[in-house]
């Protein structure tokens, strides 16, 4: 969240959503009603978020207020991706492109890709709503083995996304072409030991890296001289 300079994450084994300091202290937890498979979280403006719920193939809006510990979302908007709702490889990360007013949505595997959804976040209730889905060309690239997370950045309108199975972010530009990478293996970045199991991914306006990894796990990349991530 740019606006609060605070980090969200979710817990799909108990529906709950986590905010967390820039050092990883955590803030509060608010329990979430409804959604039984979340998977990935992405602040859209001011109070309003989109969820990515895993087992339903779809993405709900949801109004999250500074104080509050409880939200249910069971009337929130919520937008199925049913073209591939027979497949048990599912949507694993989400993201807000402000630039494009778009959703950013990572599938696993099975295909590997990344979908871009336009005109469901700002559709008028009662009003005809046109909704735009595109395949982005950064989907394959770089021989990443899975996708668990992505991420934008808004200066400079690059993708990252996570793969948990190669243990790497990749950056990609507007045209989908790689510009870096950082290994999450040990003996790189500082890293004593590679990332078990890299599940979330964030990006700050100076650049550092925020990654999330089961057991509970939170680091922080800086960015180097010279480097894109």
């Keep these: ?16 959503i986590v905010e967390l300091s820039l050092t990883g202290e955590v803030l509060r937890t608010i329990k979430v009603t ?6 990935g979280i992405a602040h859209i403006s001011g109070h309003r978020f989109a969820l990515l719920n895993e087992a339903k193939h779809s993405v709900v809006l949801a109004e999250i207020e500074d104080d509050v510990h409880e939200v249910d979302v069971s009337h929130a908007p919520s937008l199925t991706l ?11 990360g989400i993201a807000w492109d402000q630039q494009r007013q778009r959703l950013l949505v990572a599938k696993e595997r099975s ?23 595109e395949k982005l060309s950064e989907t394959a690239s770089c021989g990443l083995r899975d996708l668990s997370a992505v991420t934008y950045e808004p200066n400079s309108g690059h993708v990252l996304l996570l793969s948990d ?8 530009d507007a045209e989908g072409r ?22 979330g991914l964030a990006i700050g306006p100076d650049k550092r890296i925020y990654v999330i ?17």
């Design 165 to 172: 199975d190669s243990r790497m972010v990749a950056e990609y």
């Design 213 to 229: 990894s089961e057991p509970n796990l939170f680091y922080v990349f800086k960015p180097g001289p010279g480097k894109h991530i």
């Design 111 to 133: 295909p590997k890709r990344v979908i871009a959804i336009q005109g469901f976040v700002d559709a008028v209730p009662g009003q005809p709503v046109a909704i735009h889905i």
């Design 34 to 39: 409804w959604i039984d498979d979340m998977e």
């Design 82 to 92: 049913a073209m591939y709702a027979n497949d048990n490889k599912g949507f694993e």
């Design 178 to 199: 790689l510009l870096d990478t950082l290994a999450l293996w040990r003996g790189f970045q500082g890293l004593h030991r590679s990332v078990p199991q890299a599940e």
């Design 1 to 16: 969240n740019h606006e609060t300079h605070t980090l969200f994450t979710v817990s799909n084994q108990k529906p709950l």
